[in-house]
């Protein structure tokens, strides 16, 4: 079946630093990726997502390209703040068996240091 | 509030014990995904909901597991006869429509401990 596989980290960093983090997947047809976060005591929200080949999602700050060739979804962020201290999930959408069902890495908890 | 609604958001019960745990939709979502949060498997699906289709359950892990969607709605996640293995964090999600365009919702999760 279709799986996430994503850095497990912990990654740690200081203010301002350069994130990646490393994402890469397994599926059959053309899935969507996305990236969420949970941040600490909160539920699990989409940080943003990418739908075909070459797709750039942002927000925050944040960035992510829909690479087909190498079958991966880097996470980056050129200058993390400590707000941004948080568990990363990389996930795709699995559509067989008709659902849209999201498949997650198994998170990246990023702490950054001021 | 106008987000995905669980409850309870805590459940200590004994090994052997049947459990219900809640969920409330955003209003006006077809959609609604179970998951399951634990320290070894991480993320894991368990079952999808949408409309009025036949739910998509390839993803509960025994017979003990079972959920239901009433009216559309609201929906429970129901363990019988629970394990110490079945503790994990429980989440719903909800999306307009299911398609992949649609981001999922999640709510703030049931903490399931079984002692």
């Known amino acids: 079946g279709d799986s996430v596989t994503q850095m497990e980290g912990p990654v740690t960093l200081s203010e301002e630093a350069f994130l990646t983090i490393n994402c890469t997947y397994t599926?059959?047809?053309?899935?969507?990726l996305f990236w969420y976060v949970q941040y600490p005591g909160e539920g699990l929200q989409l940080l943003l997502k990418?739908?075909?080949?070459?797709d750039k999602g942002s927000n925050k700050g944040f960035e992510a390209t829909y690479r087909k060739e190498t079958t991966s979804f880097h996470l980056e962020k050129g200058s993390v703040q400590v707000s941004d201290s948080a568990v990363y999930f990389c996930?795709?959408?699995?559509?067989?068996?008709?659902?849209?069902?999201?498949?997650f890495g198994k998170g990246t908890k990023l702490t950054v240091n001021p | 509030g106008a987000g995905v609604s669980q409850s309870p958001s805590n459940k200590v019960t004994e090994k052997g014990k049947d459990v219900e745990l809640r969920c409330d939709p955003i209003?006006?979502?077809?959609?609604l995904y179970w998951y399951r949060q634990s320290l070894g498997q991480g993320l894991e699906f368990l079952i999808y909901?949408?409309?009025?289709?036949?739910?998509?359950k390839s993803g509960l892990p025994s017979d003990r597991f079972s959920a239901e969607r009433t009216g559309g709605s609201v929906s429970t996640l129901t363990i019988q006869r629970t394990q110490q293995e079945d503790s994990a964090v429980y989440l719903c999600?909800?999306?307009?429509?299911?398609?992949?365009?649609?981001?999922?919702?999640f709510g703030d999760g049931t903490r399931l401990s079984i002692l």
């Open positions: 999600a909800s999306s307009s429509s299911g398609g992949v365009n649609q981001p999922q919702h």
């Open positions: 599926a059959t047809g053309y899935p969507s």
């Open positions: 990418a739908t075909k080949a070459d």
């Open positions: 996930a795709l959408s699995d559509t067989q068996g008709g659902s849209e069902k999201l498949v």
């Open positions: 209003s006006g979502h077809t959609a």
């Open positions: 909901f949408q409309g009025n289709s036949a739910p998509d």
